[in-house]
């Protein structure tokens, strides 16, 4: 019950606080489809406590790699150019809406002007991603421009998927309900058993993934 009351209470008095578990909901409903690749290990919105690591953090997806990305494969590390981008595009969802979100895809707005999605608190995210886009740029020939325009395209066609926006809702308030406002590696995994998503992920990720992989030129065309 304390959970809800402080689902409650974070909705009423400190909305800002739940704009970022969206925020790391985004990114780590994202990193649950590269299971094969690396471990969530925390998701927090603990600013107290991420304050000790970075002043600048208000929320953190901490994971671990079971390969470094581009020791072995150029598409894992884009893999991790779309985590990053997931925590902008799952915020801007929420604090937006997906109507909004739609018109800026199929009208270009977000390629042209990034400002016109809700990147609070994101630029680590963007740094991480533009440095793997320009990684990647050197193995498929692509400007770094296209593939970080793709992925946006990509993630939020992904996290509008109605399964997968329920599933990033719910572990976004699951979040806010724990105390001390984290999910360990055990409770994420859980979590998302218990809600069916691990399951929506072994039947479908194949499809989803398939409109981004392999990648290529030809692939990231917007």
Known sequence: MLGFLRLAYYKRYKPEVLSTAYHEAGHGIVAALFAQELELVKLTVNRKALKRENRAYNGALHV????????????????????????????TLYTRGQEAVYDGITNMTFYVNRDAMDRTGAHEDWS??????????????APKDVILNSGVRWVFNYLMQPDVWRATERLAEEIIRRPGLTLSNNQISRFLNKIGFTSYLAQHSKGLLSMRYPLSVNSLVL
């Open 64 to 91: 671990s790699f079971f390969t470094k990305p581009l020791d072995t494969d150029f598409e894992a590390g884009d893999h991790l150019t779309l985590i990053a981008l997931a925590g902008t595009c799952s915020r």
């Open 128 to 141: 991480i991603a533009s440095l793997q886009s320009t990684r990647t740029q050197g193995y498929i020939n």
